[in-house]
């Protein structure tokens, strides 16, 4: 494997020519990702860098995956224009658990050093903090773009949110990182971890950054925005989020997903191609051929799965909303709106707005939406 391979659908190696030289060392490459425990899963968007660090690993580099428990109660303001608001120490710890089972979907296990930070950033002590602030000058935080865009207007900018990059800076220091993996939106910080490998006397890292997701909203796959796909999510719900993409968006996820041009003819083929390698990847083979039957038969047919929840009703007149409400979850305004744009079917029929309740439900499947049933019975 070349260069070429290495970098496929990197937007930033920097500086020019230094990482085939370091390649050229002839030593496996420290490759360091840093992933901050923000949410409880890793999506995949998020995975893109990994794929990168597979491809090293590949070559027989060591990929050393950082999970951020310390830089995480920190936040990271990288492409926000408010502070990002910081979890408790619970929801950190019960998050981080979960990430190595699913950063492993990507990575060569037997080539991956994991590390959580926590490890040396809760030992600095007060002098340490201070002589790490001292690498970088308070002008150059605010050539970052949204720093500089918060500063001229005048928003609030904690002294926390500046400490931060000097902390990921930090990780590259304590692992001895020769190549260091991120999203566009990191490419400050990773370049910040440059200078402050350098004012400790190692040589610098190389920056690789790797283009951001777009999710079927057009929006930067992310779990606050719900639009993401996790690595660990149910098959079925992968296959079908996945499918929700337009026909404008294959070329993107076939380059940063599948790492190949998107195949000519039909767009759907292509889309189904595509759910099946992210459900199997995560998965196997088997449960992205189950994954793929249900999304023919609940969504391309519209007919119910093969497995369907019950519910109990007592006899007399049902409210639907409420009833939906109690099984899915969200309001009954919520549902009150779907069966008004009609998204809801009983049996056979689409509910209708002036007929919110009924007493002719024993026996029928309710179709909510596009992918959520359940079979009544009444008592």
């Known amino acids: 494997m070349g260069v070429s391979e290495l970098t496929q659908n990197a937007v930033d190696v920097l500086p020019a020519g230094e990482l085939e030289r370091k390649l050229a060392l002839g030593r496996p490459l420290r490759v360091k990702l840093g992933i901050d425990v923000t949410s409880p899963d890793i999506h995949v968007g998020r995975a893109i860098p990994l794929q990168r660090m597979r491809a090293f690993q590949n070559e027989g580099h060591t990929g050393v995956l950082i999970v951020g428990d310390y830089t995480t109660r920190i936040g990271d303001p990288s492409g926000r224009s408010l502070e990002r608001p910081v979890l408790s120490d619970e ?217 369907v929840p019950k519910v109990t009703v007592d006899p007399g007149t049902v409210h639907i909303p409420k009833l939906l409400a109690t099984v899915f979850g969200n309001s009954t305004s919520h549902w009150r709106r779907v069966i008004s744009q009609g998204g809801v079917r009983v049996g056979d029929q689409q509910l209708d707005v002036f007929d919110m309740t009924s007493v002719d439900l024993d026996g029928k499947v309710i179709q909510a939406g596009r992918r959520q049933f359940v079979h009544v019975q009444v008592t």
């Open 91 to 307: 929801e950190i710890d019960a998050d981080a658990k979960t990430y190595l089972e699913q950063a492993m979907v990507v990575l060569d296990p037997d080539r991956t050093e994991v590390r959580y930070n926590g490890e040396w950033l809760s030992k600095l002590t007060y002098a340490e903090v201070v002589r790490l602030a001292r690498t970088i000058t308070v002008a150059r935080m605010l050539e970052r773009d949204d720093f500089e865009k918060r500063f001229k207007a005048g928003d609030p900018i904690s002294v926390s949110e500046l400490l931060y990059p000097l902390m990921q800076a930090y990780d590259s220091v304590a692992v001895e990182a020769d190549v260091e993996l991120g999203g566009t939106d990191q490419l400050y910080n990773l370049l910040a971890g440059r200078e402050v490998m350098e004012a400790y006397g190692l040589e610098p890292q190389v920056v690789l950054t790797t283009p951001l997701l777009l999710s079927w909203d057009g929006e930067k796959m992310s779990s606050s925005l719900g639009n993401n796909i996790p690595l660990t999510m149910a098959p079925e719900e992968q296959f079908g989020r996945t499918m929700r993409i337009s026909d404008d968006q294959l070329a993107q996820w076939y380059e940063l997903v599948l790492e190949q041009p998107p195949p000519t003819g039909d767009p759907l083929e292509a889309k189904l191609a595509l759910a099946r390698f992210i459900v199997e990847r995560s998965h196997g083979e088997n449960a992205a051929r189950t994954a793929e039957e249900h999304f023919t038969r609940v969504v391309r047919e519209r007919q119910a799965p093969d497995e």
